[in-house]
């Protein structure tokens, strides 16, 4: 069929056939209803148009129903999205869910009965019901779609209850639990049904009963009814007015009723002193008895004291004391009673009086009391010069009259340790005082520790050298030298001398130094020791005993305590006398064989590597050795014996000295920069320098070379 023809018709058996008897403009009812019949040649046009038309009309109406159905479905799934997701609120207790009405406050979303439907991320709901306290819950996107429980809180009752008439001191019981003490009642409550019990001690008490709704305030007033009591007022003598509160109610002996209170009750009677007090009649205290003793009304005795600042006793009882003046005092007296006074003040006699006055009668007394002095009588020796309260009066023997008080004695004379007491003189026997003066050296030599430890941590023993000695060698003595002169000395000074010689790490704390800590300090010029020396001064608050400038020694403060290297004499009075009967060549003794451990020489190790050695002696180490690692000698001091030679203070000198004198507490030349060095070391393997003789002169520090410190034990300046 070409694209001009028209669908044929099929007959009544299902052929099809042309139509002959229609006409080509001839169209089919429902064809001429939708367009017009065009006449003429372009009818078939006409037609083709009109199916057009109709076509785009249909694809249109299938189109609105398609979009029509797209946005149902739309709609349907998010309804279902929306429904599948709510979230069931649960109120809780069942007394608020019964009324509550909970509403969305924030976020997009719709409460239906108690399911709650949102689209946005959170919500906050509320939920509010009669009787309970608002609450608020922010529903989270975790929460949609579940279950959720509010817990409302029950809103308390309130109960204001007044009494009639009021009473301040009122217990109020809620439930027999007592909450507060006050004229009224003003408390929140759980809801429900409470008792409550009113006790005020001037009223009966009183109980009742009420039920708070919640959120409800309940107010009440409750009549309470009085105590009934009696009062019984008796008085001695009787006959005394009576007045309660301010109002005379009869004369004693008196019985009353009184409702409870609290009542001012004043008996009062002529030249007698009224009686005031103040009493209650409670539901508990109801009968109340009184038996007064009226007393007399005082009299008044003014009371003049000189010298002022004493005591004042009336009847044995203090009434005026310390710092009081000389002015009258006003003092009361029970009248018609006969009193004693007494007044006394140190260093005074005492005086007492008896005294009775009338009632209301002012008496005066005065006191002048005489100083009480007694007789000192002091001796002491030597004579000194006694000074009384700071201020010296004489010198001993010395009699004098001293008042009766106590009194700062000082008995004291140059170079002396003074004595101190105090004495309270009395008038009844001469005080006496005999006195003895300690040296002061003597007794700060007493009380001069033997050993101690300072606070460099170095140990320090106390000598008190005495009588004399010879320091050098003969030339008759093996292994003499000629720079050995032969000395006598005497030591008089007392002083310490450290038990070691200095170490490393005792030297380190006033100057870094590399090494071993317990090794000795070696390679350390005589000046740094010197130096270091008036550092441990510093450190125990000492007068420094070499004078410096510019980190040079100038000089030296020959009588000061404060700490420095021991003099020559005294290093060679330790190694050959101290503690001896008579002086040794070595310090172990006069033997000329070395006695085991006796310290670090030259041994049998140091073969080889040393001039000199001792055949057959060991003593384990071939150089230095820690100090103190042996045995101390009979003077308690280590290493005297090798280890390390020893500065000592004096410079270095050659020149002999005068013969036939004698030394006393050398201290050597105060110029030279050459300096004294004393004792073995462990290099030394001669006799002649283990002889404590043995001395040289040096100007630098060796690695065989320390020294140890020394210190007067007081200022000889």
Avoid at 353 to 358: D, F, H, S
Avoid at 701 to 713: Q, W
Wanted: net charge positive; with cysteine.
């Amino acid at each position: 069929m070409s694209g001009s023809e028209l669908p044929l018709d099929r007959g009544s058996d299902g052929s099809s056939e042309k139509s002959s008897d229609k006409s080509p403009d001839k169209l089919s009812d429902d064809e001429s209803q939708e367009r017009p019949v065009t006449k003429g040649g372009n009818g078939q046009i006409d037609r083709l148009e009109t199916e057009l038309m109709r076509a785009r009309s249909r694809q249109r109406t299938r189109y609105m129903v398609i979009s029509l159905v797209l946005l149902l479905v739309g709609l349907l799934s998010a309804g279902a999205i929306v429904f599948s997701n709510a979230t069931v609120v649960v109120v809780n207790p069942a007394a608020a869910r019964q009324h509550a009405v909970i509403t969305v406050v924030d976020g997009f979303g719709a409460m239906v009965g108690n399911a709650l439907y949102t689209l946005s991320g959170h919500a906050v709901i509320e939920a509010t019901s009669p009787g309970f306290r608002n609450v608020r819950k922010i529903v989270r996107a975790d929460d949609f779609g579940t279950a959720l429980s509010l817990k409302m809180t029950p809103l308390p009752g309130h109960l204001h209850i007044t009494t009639r008439p009021p009473a301040d001191n009122t217990r109020w019981f809620i439930d027999g639990r007592m909450v507060v003490v006050a004229a009224l009642l003003n408390q929140d409550v759980a809801a429900g049904k409470h008792s409550i019990d009113i006790n005020s001690p001037f009223y009966q008490q009183a109980r009742i009963s009420v039920t708070a709704e919640r959120g409800e305030t309940v107010s009440q007033t409750v009549e309470l009814q009085p105590v009934e009591g009696r009062l019984n007022i008796h008085t001695i003598p009787t006959g005394a007015t009576i007045r309660i509160n301010g109002d005379a109610v009869g004369l004693s002996p008196l019985n009353l009723v009184k409702a409870g209170g609290s009542y001012r009750i004043e008996a009062s009677l002529g030249d007698y002193r009224p009686v005031i007090e103040t009493i209650e009649i409670t539901r508990a205290d109801h009968d109340i008895d009184r038996h007064y003793r009226l007393v007399l009304q005082d009299g008044y005795l003014h009371v003049q004291t000189k010298p002022a600042g004493g005591r004042l006793l009336l009847d044995g009882k203090q009434v005026m004391a310390g710092k009081g003046t000389a002015k009258s005092r006003a003092v009361p007296l029970s009248a018609k009673t006969e009193h004693t006074l007494i007044y006394a003040k140190r260093g005074y006699f005492s005086q007492h009086r008896r005294i009775t006055v009338a009632v209301g009668e002012q008496r005066h007394v005065s006191f002048h009391l005489k100083p009480e002095l007694g007789k000192v009588r002091i001796v002491s020796t030597p004579s000194a010069m006694v000074n009384v309260d700071g201020r010296d009066i004489g010198k001993t023997p010395l009699s004098t009259i001293l008042s009766a008080l106590p009194h700062r004695i000082t008995v004291h004379k140059q170079g002396y340790r003074s004595y101190r007491r105090t004495i309270t003189p009395d008038s009844k026997s001469t005080q006496r005082l005999r006195v003895h003066l300690q040296n002061e050296r003597a007794a700060r030599l007493a009380a001069s520790p033997l050993i101690m430890t300072n606070a460099a941590g170095i140990e320090m023993k106390q000598f008190r050298p005495h009588g004399v000695f010879v320091m050098g060698a003969p030339r008759s003595e093996t292994g003499q030298r000629a720079n050995e002169f032969l000395r006598t000395v005497r030591l008089t000074k007392p002083f310490y001398i450290s038990t070691h010689e200095v170490s490393r790490a005792q030297f380190s704390r006033f100057r870094p130094m590399s090494g071993a800590g317990d090794e000795p300090a070696t390679k350390v010029s005589w000046t740094e020791a010197a130096l270091y020396c008036n550092w441990l001064s510093r450190q125990a608050h000492l007068t420094p005993f070499y004078k410096t400038r510019s980190g040079r020694v100038i000089g030296a403060n020959i009588g000061s305590d404060g700490y420095r290297l021991p003099s020559e004499a005294e290093w060679e009075w330790l190694a050959r006398k101290a503690f001896k009967t008579k002086e040794s060549r070595f310090s172990w003794g006069n033997d000329t064989t070395i006695p085991p451990n006796a310290g670090n020489i030259a041994d049998e190790d140091a073969k080889g590597s040393v001039a000199h050695y001792v055949p057959n002696y060991s003593d384990g180490y071939a150089g230095v050795a820690p100090v103190g690692s042996y045995p101390p000698d009979n003077t308690g001091l280590y290493d005297l014996t090798g280890n390390v030679s020893e500065w000592v203070h004096d410079v270095y000198t050659l020149t002999p000295p005068v013969s036939g004198g004698t030394e006393v507490d050398p201290m050597g030349s105060g110029r030279g920069d050459t300096h004294t060095v004393k004792g073995s070391n462990w290099r030394s393997g001669t006799i002649s320098e283990l002889r404590a003789a043995y001395r040289e002169g040096e100007k630098a520090g060796r690695d065989d070379i320390g020294f140890r410190v020394a210190r007067y034990i007081f200022s000889h300046e």
